[in-house]
Structure formats: structure tokens, C-alpha cells
């Protein structure tokens, strides 16, 4: 499993990458597909934010979903530790989640292929893109990602772009809490209608649909 850091606004130094490395060297305890783990540190110069200037993002990769913790500190040694125990926090819940699967399959239940659609559902940064022009803007590939004004306006967009196999509303939950999100774009499969899942208040959930049959057929 390879371990990625990289900072913005930010100097690594070699002791920082080994306490990072010994940090999540446990990961594929967890996650045995992990493949790559991208670590990102932030600095913010803004001294009114100084108590949260150390940002640290943990994004592991893998043939499965991908999973991210997030955490901000003063410290940049105690962000890491915040963003990590949110990181294996998730990976418990992933491990947990497959252990039920393969139970329900050894008590007859029939197979769901839960685990082979979150297989495909890995980010596209993992996989080799296709070759295939990408209908939107500036032909984006899959796993690009670009910056740009809107005119002379301060106003900066980022676009990325991520495949997406069609899932199921609880796969899109599931995917949801695993990266952190308190919303998760998908396709879902029964449908094929792009929706965006939003957590609401408490264990609540909303699930936002697009209707794009409809535009379709007025149009054709």
C-alpha cells in the first residue's frame, strides 16, 4: 500500500511523513484492498484561523469505495490523529458491513452482489480511463480536475469528474459515510434518474431526484 503526502501552503519533513506513515500503516487490517492512501496537508495562513490552520484530508483508495477522514487542528501532529480516528472509524463500518454480508449469504439469503457493485464503484483516480471523449466541459476526463473564473468576477468553479455506476439508495448511503459527505451524487440503478442523497437531521436522510426521461422526450 502506497502512502502519498503532499501539502499546500505546507513543508513536509521527513519526521512528519513517518508519523503519518506509522499512523495508517494498520489500514489494511482493516481494508486489505487498500491500494493507496492520499494524504493532504493544508496550512492556512489567515492568523484569525489559527486554531484550525492544520488541515490534514486521508483519502484511501482501493478495489472497493473510497473512504476519507477530515480534521482540522492548531497542531498539525493532533489533526492527523483526529483525521485518522475518523478514517478507522469508517473502515470498521465497511469491515463490519461485509462480515454481515457474507453472513446473510451463509444463512441462504440470496447474494445481492452488494460487494462487487462497490468494487466497481472505485474512484476513477484508481482506474485507467477509457478511451472515450467525455461530453462536458473542455471534454473532462474521468478523475480531472479543473479550475476556472467565471469572467472578471472573483468567483472561482472546480469541476471534477467521477464515473458513476448505477447503485442502489443504500450503497449511496453507505458511499456517503464512508467519504464523509453530507451529500452523494449517483445514479440510481432501478431508475437510472441522477440523484443527490443529503443528510437531513439526525438519522434522516433526503434523496433528490432528476427527472431527465421527461426533458428528453419533449425534445426528441
Not at 500500500?1 to 506513515?21: C, K, L, Q, W, Y
Not at 458491513?97 to 449469504?105: I, M, S, W, Y
Not at 443527490?196 to 431527465?212: C, E
Amino acid at each position: 500500500m502506497d502512502i502519498v503526502v503532499t501539502g499546500r501552503n505546507a513543508e513536509i519533513h521527513p519526521s512528519f511523513r513517518d508519523f503519518v506513515e506509522g499512523k495508517l500503516d494498520k489500514i489494511t487490517q482493516f481494508y486489505p484492498r487498500a491500494q493507496r492512501v492520499d494524504v493532504v496537508v493544508t496550512h492556512e495562513r489567515n492568523p484569525r484561523q489559527a486554531d484550525t490552520s492544520e488541515r490534514i484530508e486521508l483519502t484511501v483508495y482501493g478495489k472497493g469505495p473510497v473512504i476519507r477522514g477530515e480534521a482540522e487542528s492548531a497542531d498539525r501532529y493532533s489533526a492527523v490523529d483526529l483525521a485518522s480516528a475518523k478514517l478507522f472509524e469508517r473502515l470498521r463500518r465497511l469491515r463490519d458491513r461485509a462480515k454481515d454480508h457474507r453472513r446473510f449469504q451463509f444463512d441462504g439469503v440470496p447474494d445481492i452482489d452488494q460487494d462487487e457493485t462497490l468494487t466497481e464503484g472505485v474512484d476513477a483516480d484508481m482506474r485507467n480511463a477509457e478511451d472515450w471523449v467525455l461530453r462536458s466541459a473542455h471534454d473532462m476526463q474521468p478523475g480531472e480536475v479543473r479550475e476556472e473564473q467565471l469572467g472578471d468576477s472573483p468567483v472561482i468553479v472546480r469541476q471534477k469528474v467521477h464515473e458513476a455506476p448505477p447503485m442502489s439508495v443504500d450503497e449511496a448511503l453507505h458511499q456517503m459515510e464512508l467519504v464523509g459527505h453530507p451529500f452523494f451524487l449517483f445514479v440510481d440503478k432501478d431508475t437510472m434518474q441522477p440523484c443527490v442523497a443529503y443528510h437531513r437531521k439526525g438519522w434522516t436522510y433526503g434523496i433528490l431526484r432528476l427527472n431527465t426521461r421527461l426533458s428528453q422526450v419533449e425534445n426528441a
